[in-house]
């Protein structure tokens, strides 16, 4: 693999575990912060809004994973993804701790 399937495998893992918050609490109908909220990343965004970021954060996931080549047999090419699932998803969980005291 090339170095750029790597890069394309660490945002693949990005974008999909993004994506998973969102989509959840939209279609639950609860609201979320999303980057269109007032202010942007802590305002709450109404469930549709969520559903709708969810969705692109998965397209676009989508198409990195498939760009990066991910594959079962390529064990560094599953922790790259891993990586880029780990380094936004522990932030995110203690920025959204607090969502509900905005």
Known sequence: MEWF????????GIFLANAVPHFIQGISGNKFPTPFA???????????VNVIWGLVNMLIGYC???KAEISMD????????????AVI???LSVHFQHK???
């Open 5 to 12: 399937h790597y890069l394309s495998g660490f945002f693949a």
């Open 74 to 85: 390529n064990t560094v090419s599953m922790l790259v993804l891993f990586a880029g699932i």
């Open 38 to 48: 007032k202010p942007p990343g802590k305002g709450l965004s109404p469930a549709p």
């Open 89 to 91: 998803s522990i932030p």
């Open 100 to 102: 509900d005291q905005a």
């Open 64 to 66: 990195l994973f498939r």
